[in-house]
């Protein structure tokens, strides 16, 4: 577990989870699905039951090449961060990036602390050389992180989510390492 303190010091502990994290973690998206429209998922659409998901997390931190993280704050879950990989041997040195912060604590750092573990993680995997992630084109707070971060546009998908009546355009960005 590491601990690291925000902007307006607050102290997170951040840690690798576990199978017995899965129920919070879908609670977690369940609610947080409902604070902005620039995820791939709304309230209450994060739909995975908790054996699955078990599943899921055993299997991630058994590959070499994919980690999730979870933040806390006085053991309130504010964040996941994720590097998910392929296990094809064409194409596991491509990490799919994914983070989700609690509308609570965004604009104070956390985004980019999580942001700098898995770029950091990901150079001492020994497999990932390319990490990739979309977000919809006028998500300008988070595209501004990753372009300091270092990722480059790719490309655009065009019309790719319909929310709430209007379709939105998704940017692929990639950071090679």
Known sequence: MKQ???R????????EAAREDAEQMID??????????F????????????MEYEGFLDAARAEQNSIILLAFINDEMVS???????QKPRSKHVGTLGIVIS???TGIGLGRI??????????QNGVTRKISLVTREDNDHAIHLYRKLGFEEEGL?????????SYYNTLVMALFI
């Not at 999580?114 to 150079?123: G, Q, R, V």
């Open 114 to 123: 999580l942001m700098e573990s898995l770029i950091d993680w990901a150079k």
């Open 80 to 86: 996941i961060a994720s590097i998910n990989s392929s």
């Open 28 to 37: 977690f998206y369940n609610e947080v699905g409902g604070e902005t429209d």
């Open 157 to 165: 998908i065009k019309e790719e989510n319909y929310i709430k009546g």
């Open 39 to 50: 995820l791939s998922f709304g309230k209450n659409e994060f739909q995975r039951n908790v």
């Open 103 to 105: 509308k609570t604590y």
């Open 4 to 6: 690291v303190k925000l």
């Open 8 to 15: 307006n010091g607050i102290s997170v502990s951040i840690r």
